[in-house]
């Protein structure tokens, strides 16, 4: 039975592109564990194709390593959309009726509101394991006025906000999971020091370790198309400033987070294949067998379930119901491309549900 919203864990945050603020890890490839491409040819003999009737997935496709995601039960909110590019259309205005016109003036024909387009962003891997073509996202990008994006790439730290990402110095890490598993991930992520792993909190280490060790930077796809709309002269526009969006990562404290680090630790192949299974999806365009995914909260304690439940809900639905009026507005305002991290669209808490329910056409486009 599907979970209800509030109750779905978030394995790959949507605003993972913050452990690029970390500053300590670059790109870790020994970390990736299973490969992104034998996970998408699992993920692919998951779910239906978009194929003739007549296409069979053979056996020798699916990658037993794989967990088989829970079959995904028809959305009652909206037909289920592939892909990870939406086209936003803002529904018409009432006209003005007729009796309410003064003399033999006609009214004025309402015109036809501008596409905008909605683009799902995964926050790690490199452009060829999404699967994304960046020439066309530039192209439609072009016939935009404004980008749209979670937060603002370029804006400077500010030493306020170290309090989000970091430990008293008299509460380290290895006190509040144990030294069995800060050894564990000390080993998972090599590249950052020990004395910097002593002060994270278990939120920004579990965004390194659920993006493979990699800290993002100018590679990520947040980054490029930031700087792509920045090159083309669009207007820059930010749903949230970056202390909110770190606001939102460290809703939990510290030590109440910290028994999901220390289940994640202790099964870290669920990390690692689930990292594979989030870039299989993503380079598949199937979103929602993605969430289904998540909602099984593979490798969690019912201690640590409560806990991402409620990390869930700063993460995701708390920032969609923000987010949501911001983008009506620049959506009727003109033709805005939008980026934003792919959990964020769908399930009935989405934001193309939310906008379904308010009257927009939302199409799915090929990418």
């Not at 309410?100 to 596409?115: E, I, K, M, N, W």
């Not at 050894?183 to 950052?192: D, K, M, N, S, Y």
């Not at 198309?225 to 770190?246: F, N």
Request: charged residues 20%; negative net charge.
């Amino acid at each position: 039975m599907r979970q209800s919203a509030s109750s779905r864990v978030l394995r790959v945050p949507a605003c993972l592109v913050l452990a690029a603020w970390l500053g300590h890890a670059p790109a870790i490839a020994q970390n990736r564990g299973v490969s992104a491409q034998a996970a998408t040819d699992a993920a692919a003999a998951q779910v239906p194709r978009q194929a003739p009737a007549t296409d069979v997935v053979r056996q020798d496709d699916v990658v037993p390593a794989i967990p088989q995601p829970a079959p995904v039960a028809p959305s009652l909110h909206a037909p289920l959309l592939r892909g990870v590019l939406f086209k936003v259309v803002p529904p018409v205005p009432a006209s003005v009726p007729a009796e309410s016109l003064a003399g033999d003036v006609a009214p004025s024909p309402v015109p036809t509101p501008a596409a905008s387009y909605l683009l799902g962003t995964i926050h790690f891997g490199t452009p060829e394991e999404q699967g994304i073509d960046y020439a066309a996202l530039e192209r439609l990008l072009g016939e935009t006025e404004t980008f749209v994006n979670e937060a603002d790439l370029d804006a400077p730290w500010q030493p306020a906000y170290d309090g989000y990402r970091w430990l008293p110095v008299e509460q380290p890490l290895s006190a509040m999971v144990g030294a069995a598993e800060f050894e564990r991930a000390r080993a998972l992520l090599p590249t950052v020091r020990a004395q910097d792993l002593e002060r994270m909190k278990p939120w920004a280490v579990l965004a390194l370790l659920e993006a493979r060790g990699e800290s993002g930077g100018d590679a990520t796809m947040d980054a490029r198309l930031q700087r792509m709309a920045a090159a083309a002269g669009k207007r820059l526009m930010h749903l949230e400033t970056l202390e909110q969006q770190l606001q939102a990562l460290d809703c939990v404290p510290a030590q109440e987070h910290a028994p999901v680090l220390v289940d994640r630790l202790r099964a870290s192949w669920v990390l690692r294949v689930e990292s594979a299974q989030a870039m299989a999806y993503y380079r598949a365009r199937m979103l929602e067998p993605w969430l289904a995914d998540i909602d099984r909260m593979e490798g969690l304690g019912e201690q640590a379930r409560s806990v991402e439940q409620r990390a869930r809900r700063c993460l995701l639905e708390d920032r969609n119901a923000r987010w949501l009026g911001q983008l009506q507005s620049l959506f009727q305002d003109g033709p805005s491309f939008v980026a934003v991290g792919a959990v964020h669209l769908v399930g009935p808490d989405g934001l193309l549900a939310a906008l379904r329910r308010d009257g927009y056409r939302v199409e799915a486009m090929p990418l």
